[in-house]
Nanobody, 127 residues
Framework: QLRVVQSGGGLVQPGGSLRLSCAASRITFDYYAIGWFRQAPGKEREGVSC????????YYADSVKGRFTISRDKAKDTVYLQMNSLKPEDTAVYYC????????????????????WGQGTQVTVSS
């Protein structure tokens, strides 16, 4: 069974950058679309970004377009979320998740599609 392991996150000042990592364990990510979601206190979980299994399709929420970049390194079986120009409203617990989707698409804002979830990591943007 696939296991999803997250790393990265932490405290950063507004305008700063962070990179989150999402690695596969036990089974390769090769046939999985990977999504990043976040949940702020008192708010629903929202889709941030996703990337298809072949890397050819990506999605970004309007709130992060132009600031966040999702990528995948097949050799390392890892997906990254590079977050630049961070804002206080980006503060949340971030989760990565995997959806078995060998067909080359990803569901950016449908958390119910994702079968395997990472443990979550806190991102705090504050001065």
């Amino acid at each position: 069974q696939l296991r999803v392991v997250q790393s990265g996150g932490g405290l950063v000042q507004p305008g700063g950058s962070l990179r989150l990592s999402c690695a596969a364990s036990r089974i390769t990510f090769d046939y999985y679309a990977i999504g990043w979601f976040r949940q702020a206190p008192g708010k629903e979980r929202e889709g941030v970004s996703c990337i298809s299994s072949n890397g050819g399709t990506t999605y970004y929420a309007d709130s992060v377009k132009g600031r966040f970049t999702i990528s995948r390194d097949k050799a390392k079986d890892t997906v990254y979320l590079q977050m630049n120009s961070l804002k206080p409203e980006d503060t949340a617990v971030y989760y990565c998740a995997a959806d078995f989707a060998p067909g080359g698409s990803c569901s950016g804002n449908s958390p119910g599609r994702y079968e395997y979830w990472g443990q979550g990591t806190q991102v705090t943007v504050s001065s």
